[in-house]
């Protein structure tokens, strides 16, 4: 990696920065709707896990649910927008390699994914009480869950000639994949072919594991969670590096 | 013996059916003032977007003073700067944090100063701190400039840069290249202003379809396709048969008589008072290199020859 990394690295952080009302703020917001509405429309259901409220086992789902969100936006908005407005040039000539673009994209999409992520965290906190998490699970699946999410956006920045084909690849692909891993239910409580289902989706394990690092419990060993999880971030990033390494859509 | 500062060898591109770069090859030597020009779609951007790795050529090898733009192509980029056609800007940052970002990109932090030696350089002082977005066509323009020489590359090459840009900046875009020209930068430019290429540049490679046409120095061109030509039109009397040999003239009554230096315009004059023909209008004209291209080009378009 080179200097330059850095410096790709500060921009994409400055340009969600600079719009963080849209960037941060906003997905706070959904966030917090989404936990009011449910928690109203749901409080009445049976505890989730023994000792863990319904409303409580909705927080960490969401707070991950935005994490992965945002890393997505970030990298894959930027992307695009770069593409298209054709600015993208200036990075184009400048001596970086496909590893520094790799890992400035990739970087500043996680540190969407946390600072909206503490966003939730923190906004819920006042009004549900949540154990303080362990931190060392809690820093894995916001490394691997919001990586994943931050290197499909790469993948779908680089891919998409237009915002209508991003957003296709949002609303086809990311949205259903966040919805269907257990943000607003443990698996374990689906009928067999649905639980199954959702353990081919490697979101769910993000989400599960994430949770774990709240409650001490999840609906699957948060060592698998992690195993798969990172298993999929490699498998995406190795992917997504020879994507870049053959200029695929940007050196054309 | 020093690496040429530009090195195109047997460069093709296709676009589907289409031949944007047709076995292109051209050396520009280190601190040349260099001018490619041809009509739209001659694949002048193509080929500067080759040698800058936006483009990647089919076949052939591109190098910046040695370095080949592929395999070696971090070396290439920090020895070129372009500035590009389109003018295209990232409206989230200011003029300076777009050359401070353009300074990282390079490696290169605490540029102020030249950033600063930039901005003034290019009028741009008192729009440093203002977004991108809010500035005019042609100071966008100035700011691209200034972007590709954030890192004072020795080859700097420019497409188009005074188009839709005003007099003045037009003169000071071209003292300012002269002067980066002094101190040793080589220039390579696209123009479709043909004065501008006449006046500034040593040499001239013109493309068509993909093709190099012509390469060569400006004043051969000038002295191989176009000619100073003393252009009478009379009022009585006729031309004299030493000046009719090798004159033309137009349906509207112009001569136009071929002229090799100042002095034989005054012969042809004499001639003319000698013969009794009375000039009514008269204009020297100089060579031009609009004139050369016009030929090259009418050349291009003449059906099949033996090299064809
Ligand atoms: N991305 C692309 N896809 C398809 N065709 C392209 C692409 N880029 C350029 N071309 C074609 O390649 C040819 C050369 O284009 P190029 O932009 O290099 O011309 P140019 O000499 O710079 O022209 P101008 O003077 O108009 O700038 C044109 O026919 C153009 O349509
Ligand atoms: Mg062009």
Redesign the pocket.
Known sequence: MTGGFLTLFEKEVMRFWKVSFQTVAAPVLSALLFLVIFSHALAGRVEAYPGVGYVQFLVPGLAMMSMLQNAFANASSSLIQSKITGNIVFILLAPLTPADLFAAYLAAAMVRAVVVGAGVVLAVAWLVPVPFPNLLWLAAFTVTGAGILGVLGIVAGLWAEKFDQLAAFQNFLILPLTFLAGVFYSVDSLPPFWRAASHLNPFFYAIDGFRYAFFGRADVSPWASLAIASATLCALSWLTLRLLRSGYKLR? | MASPAVEVRDVSKR??P?R?LDGVSLSVEQGEFFALL??????????ISALGGLVRADAGTLRVLGRDVAAEYREARRLLGIVP?EVVFDPFFSVRETLELQSGYFGLRGNGAWIGELLERLSLGAKADANMRSLSGGMKRRVMLAQALVHRPPVIIL??PTAGVDVELRQALWRFMRELNAAGHTIVL?T?YLEEAQHLCGRIAM?KT?RIVALDSTRRLLADFSERVLRVKLESGALPAALAAGATVDAAGWHRIPVESAAQVETALARLREAGAAVAHLEVAEPELEEVFVKIMARQDAPAREDA
Do not use: F, I, V
């Open positions: 054309h | 676009y589907g289409l944007a041809g009509p739209n779609g001659a694949g002048k951007t193509t080929l056609q497409d188009e696209t479709h493309m993909g």
